[in-house]
Structure formats: C-alpha cells, structure tokens
C-alpha cells in the first residue's frame, strides 16, 4: 500500500514563503513521479496548480512554484497572500495497475 | 472554454448501482485522457480510476476494482463511472478530471450518498 505524505497543517504570515512537501513511502521522489499540486478552498472543487515538478498552468499565480527538495516533490508559495488559504494536495504518479495517489492533504492558514 | 459537469449523483442504499456522466465541452474530447477523483465528507481527495483518451486503457483504485467501470462516448463528448454493489465507504462527492497528466480542469463534482 502506497503512502504520500504531506505536512497536515502549516501557517505562514502575510507576505511570508512557505514550502509544503510531498513524500513517498517508496522512496525518493523524482520527477518521474509526475508530482502535481491542486488548491482546494472550502466548498470548492480542486484546482491545478503545477503538474510534472515545476509547470504552471497559465491560470497559477507566479507566486507559485514547484520543485524537487530533499527527495520529496515541494510546493512553494513566496509573498503568501490571504486569498492563499485553502488546503493543498500533491498528487504522485506509480504506474502500474494503481497509477496514481494523492497525499493526505496540507491545510495551509494564513495569519 | 473548458466546462466539465457532473450529474447522477444520488442517495442509495448499500449494494445498489448507480451511473455517473461528466459531460464534457470547449475541448476536443477524444484526444485526452479523464479521471474520477473523488472526496468523502471531510476527508481528502481520492484517486479512483482513469482512462486513456482512446478508451483502450483503464486503470482503477484497489478500493473500487471490480465494482467500478468507466466507459467515455466520444459522440456524446461524456464521461461515465459505472458504480456497483455499492458500500457506504463510497459516499463521496465525485469528480471528473481533465488530462491524463495534468488534471488541469475539474468539475463542480456530484454527490453520491449510500447508507441503508
């Protein structure tokens, strides 16, 4: 049974930086793992941030940004705004007959 | 634009079916592959099955293989979840997802509800 892990719970200041991390019970993760990020605030459908690592989806904020740290796929947000509270869900790729797994989710609160 | 909307979601009783449609427009459908993803009531998300732009790949969640099928008809431009032999771990709204690999566009999502 596959594992992703992420911080359940992280707050950061208006105007702060923050980086949420996803890992894998498998091991390091490498951009082979397809890392995506959705945002997901309350009463709302998911929405794509990054996917394969580092790509932005034209609609992503620039003050967004994806990379791979310390063996795991991280989430950066630097000049955290209000609006950037929500919860945060990475997404890893396996192949195989169960492609795909999602991490428990980062409740990110900006205060 | 991209626009994807769910509909059939239902409250049914444990070991009922039920069809799922995610009706798809503002893209050509037949060229990407489309998830279901779905989220029990304050919980977090879950991956349930994907499915190759041509049909001819399918791959499902442990949790709902053999129960579960999906099926895509490109005349309709629609996406279906075929559930079965429902349980009342599968209540959960369900989403339909866009792009084999990116998830890039997801709809407002439809509620399924299975309790005796």
């Known amino acids: 049974q596959t594992v992703v892990t992420q911080e359940p719970s992280l707050t950061v200041s208006p105007g702060g930086t923050v980086t949420l991390t996803c890992a894998s019970s498998?091991?390091?993760?490498?951009?082979?793992?397809?890392p995506n990020w959705f945002q997901q605030k309350p009463g709302q459908a998911p929405r794509a941030l990054i996917y394969?690592?580092?790509n932005k989806h034209s609609w992503t904020p620039a003050r967004f940004s994806g990379s791979l740290l310390g063996g795991k796929a991280a989430l950066t947000l630097s000049g955290v705004q209000p609006e950037d509270e929500a919860e945060y869900y990475c997404?890893?790729?396996?192949?195989?007959?169960?492609?795909?797994?999602f991490g428990g989710g980062t409740k990110l609160t900006v205060l | 634009q991209v626009q994807l909307v769910e509909s059939g979601g239902d409250v049914v009783q444990p070991g009922m079916s039920l069809r799922l449609s995610c009706a798809a427009s503002?893209?050509?459908?037949?060229?990407?592959?489309m998830h279901w993803v779905r989220q029990a009531p304050g919980k977090g998300l879950e991956w349930v099955v994907v499915?190759?732009?041509?049909?001819?790949?399918?791959y499902y969640a442990d949790s709902v293989k053999g129960r579960f099928t999906i099926s895509r008809d490109t005349s309709k431009n629609t996406l279906y979840l075929q559930m079965n032999s429902l349980r009342v771990e599968d209540t959960a709204v369900y989403y339909c997802?866009?792009?084999?690999?990116?998830?890039?566009?997801w709809g407002q999502g439809t509620l399924v509800s299975v309790s005796s």
């Open positions: 503002g893209f050509t459908f037949n060229s990407y592959g």
């Open positions: 394969s690592t580092s």
């Open positions: 499915i190759s732009y041509d049909g001819s790949n399918k």
């Open positions: 498998t091991g390091a993760v490498t951009g082979d793992y397809y």
């Open positions: 997802a866009k792009d084999e690999w990116e998830l890039s566009h």
């Open positions: 997404l890893l790729y396996y192949g195989g007959a169960q492609p795909w797994v």
